[in-house]
């Protein structure tokens, strides 16, 4: 391999790496955390299977069957 090719380091992607490494010790409960997770684990999910039954609904409904069952 060449010789004399040593690597300087970014101090700012470095410290983006540790902290990402050392992310569960550094996390904490916050209202916008919670809120994140609420929408993006609760109601972005909910929304997705709403869309999607309404659409199989509308299937059934073009092709003359009655609407199937689904979880909720």
Not at 14 to 32: I, M, P, Q, S, V
Not at 33 to 62: R, S
């Amino acid at each position: 391999m060449a010789g004399g090719m040593e690597v300087n380091k970014n101090k700012y992607i470095e410290d983006w790496g540790t902290a990402r490494e050392n992310l569960e010790k550094n996390f904490r409960w916050t209202r916008r955390n919670l809120a994140l997770c609420g929408i993006f684990g609760l109601l972005v999910p909910y929304l997705v299977y709403k869309g999607t039954v309404k659409d199989f609904h509308m299937q059934d409904e073009d092709a003359g069957r009655p609407p199937r069952k689904f979880i909720f």
